[in-house]
């Protein structure tokens, strides 16, 4: 590998990377927010019934399962890693002035 692909390989690799946390910080704050709005509506739900102990057991049993999946929901897209080609791309939208070089090379 000549030091002109190395070189492009590992800006690949450190865009990527950023590529990546960028993604996982997306995903964390979109589960973050889902499960709080299935947390709010199950606390409103239970002031709104009286605020029993019973109906406190009940939506939280409900609410768990609900908190779960909206977790699973926004992390969904993270685990997908974006290929050379997609991050050359990436590079190029940001810096139009390569014209089309760094994807003609990956």
């Known amino acids: 590998m000549t030091d002109h692909y190395r070189d492009i390989d590992a800006v690949l690799r450190h ?3 950023r590529w990546r946390s960028v993604r996982l910080l997306e995903g964390t704050a979109r589960a973050a927010v889902a499960a709080a709005a299935v947390l709010l509506l199950a606390l409103w739900a ?3 019934t ?5 109906a406190l057991v009940v939506y939280a049993a409900l609410a768990l399962p609900a908190v779960l999946a909206a977790i699973a929901w926004g992390l969904w897209r993270v685990g997908r890693r974006p290929t050379d080609r997609q991050v050359a791309r990436l590079i190029e939208e940001r810096h139009p002035e390569l014209e089309d070089r ?3 090379a990956v």
Do not use: E, M, T
Request: hydrophobic share 45%; proline share 0%.
């Open 46 to 48: 239970w002031l709104i």
């Open 15 to 17: 865009v990527r990377r």
């Open 50 to 54: 009286g605020g029993s102990g019973r």
């Open 102 to 104: 760094l994807a003609s």
